[in-house]
């Protein structure tokens, strides 16, 4: 085969057609990858009316992971999140945090090899003036792990890399109810302030 310039070019291996989507494929799973593993979510941001009232996150669990998530999470949406109780506030409540291994493989000796890790939480979100901007409700979400009887430090690193996946989940499935909630409210011309306030009543 010969180029415009009138020189022999040797055939490209087969392989060389699928290099650059190949490169392409990866490129784009690499990127996907980082942005997970540094706790970046798409869709980790929830719609708020200017006049969104403060929040305040309250958790049955001290030092919980999943508060800062939250947190992080309701700042990035441009809300003003604080520790302090007072007028015009409104509050996530996080009731409880459970976690659990349930086994679901054993092996010749009758010894749990492969385990479900699962997380429920339940959570309600009040307006201000004490009323109730999202019920109470549970969320439960679970992976599988298989844990070696002989190999208990790999195990639980494994298991570690679930559970923070888990609270990553978590705080973006809270956030996305919490917003369809807003978006909601936002439609139907009410304040996120106060359950008695409707624009549309005249």
């Known amino acids: 085969m010969r180029d415009d310039a009138g020189r022999f070019l040797l055939p490209l291996p087969a392989c060389s057609a699928r290099l650059v989507p190949m490169t392409r ?12 593993a540094c706790g970046f979510h798409l869709r980790n941001k929830i719609t708020l009316p200017d006049d969104a009232p403060a929040v305040k996150i309250e958790s ?18 441009g809300a003003v999140v604080t520790e302090e109780d007072g007028t015009g ?6 009731r409880s945090e459970r976690w659990g291994d349930l086994p679901i493989a054993i092996d010749a000796q009758g010894r749990a090899q492969e385990f479900s890790l699962r997380y429920a ?6 307006r201000p003036d004490g ?3 999202v019920p109470e409700q ?36 809270i956030l996305r109810r919490i917003d369809s909630v807003v978006r ?19």
């Open 121 to 126: 939480v339940i959570f309600t979100c009040l």
């Open 60 to 77: 049955a669990v001290n030092y919980s992971e999943l508060v800062k998530l939250l947190e992080r999470g309701l700042r990035a949406s």
């Open 25 to 36: 494929y990866l490129i784009a799973l690499f990127l996907a990858t980082g942005l997970s």
């Open 131 to 133: 009323s109730v901007l």
């Open 138 to 173: 549970a969320i439960e979400m679970s992976r599988d792990y298989v844990s070696e009887p002989t190999d208990a430090t790999g195990t639980t690193t494994e298991r570690e890399i679930l559970a923070n996946e888990l609270r990553r989940e978590m705080s973006a499935s």
């Open 184 to 202: 909601a409210e936002m439609k139907q011309g009410r304040t996120l302030n106060g359950a008695g306030v409707d624009t549309d009543a005249k």
């Open 89 to 94: 506030v409104a509050k996530l409540k996080i």
